[in-house]
């Protein structure tokens, strides 16, 4: 199986490191395509694929093409790749906001569409991908390409009403838990921890939180409330948290996200 990437930005690098990285495809069978030499120089160098400034060379070699691409730029790289795009290719997306349809109207023809929604934490090969699939999609083709995404991390195959729910929820949730990782190391800093210390206590924290809650099953809830002890330092700590209005800004923020992602 060939697979090209159009884009060779951070997300299109973190896929093609866990796919190389765990064995789906060979890096002699994968191929890059950007209009940056820079960018191709550097995945060439530290992924060893072959590149291109080429867009239309790399979708006319390949059996599966990643179009990894900012949204703004889907239309006029579809338009310029479609004549050589072919029914048998299967094509997958990553942006937010553009539909099976729309997608399916830029290429003009029939084409095979998986459309998906892949996050950051791929780079560590701990992201988690959402996929659905246009209707020329055979269930194996499906198999195919979520084995691909498996690659670096988890992927579950969703109907696309939820794909801009998945936009908040994961797509860009790395950013919100960024930022409290940030604010809980800011805390401890200024409780007197030298700074990467703080990060370093921090970020295990939230990762060994999340290792608890896809672990044990139990509700996140319930989890909580084990730390809690009655009259104790966490408690104290979750009253100012609700005080504060915690629950309510990450509901709304989340909210925002996916009306943002539905109007790309």
């Given amino acids: 199986m060939k697979l090209g990437f159009i884009g060779c930005g951070n997300m299109a690098t973190a896929m093609i490191k866990g ?28 992924m060893g694929i072959t590149v291109t400034t080429d867009n239309k060379e790399v979708a006319g070699k390949v059996d599966v093409l990643v179009l990894s691409v900012k949204p703004q730029f889907y239309e006029s790289v579809i ?8 029914e048998q290719q299967l094509i997958i997306t990553i942006a937010p906001g553009k539909t099976l349809a729309w997608l399916g109207e830029q290429f003009g023809k029939t084409v095979k569409i998986v459309r998906t929604m892949p996050n950051t934490p791929a780079l560590v090969g701990e992201g ?8 020329n999609v055979t269930p194996e083709e499906l198999d195919t390409v979520t084995g691909i995404l498996r690659g670096f991390g988890k ?3 969703i109907p696309e009403h939820l794909m801009d729910v998945v936009t908040s929820v994961s797509g860009s949730s790395p950013a919100y838990v960024f930022m409290f990782i940030e604010a809980m190391a800011d805390g401890a800093v200024a409780d007197g921890m ?22 044990t099953g139990k509700h996140p809830g319930e989890l909580k409330d084990m ?3 009655p009259g104790g330092t966490t408690i104290e700590a979750v009253r100012v948290l609700e005080e504060k209005g915690m629950r309510s800004a990450v509901f709304e923020a989340m909210k925002a996200c996916t009306r943002k992602s539905r109007g790309l």
């Fill in 155 to 157: 992927c579950e195959v």
């Fill in 19 to 46: 796919i190389i990285g765990n064995g789906i495809v060979a890096k002699e069978d994968i191929m890059g395509a950007d209009l940056s030499q820079a960018s191709i120089d550097k995945i060439a160098s530290e």
């Fill in 227 to 229: 730390v809690c002890s």
């Fill in 194 to 215: 030298p700074r990467a210390q703080a990060y370093e206590f921090a970020a295990q924290a939230v990762l060994g939180s999340a290792k608890m809650v896809l672990e």
């Fill in 128 to 135: 988690i991908t959402a996929a659905c699939s246009n209707e």
């Fill in 79 to 86: 338009a310029e790749i479609k004549d050589v795009v072919n």
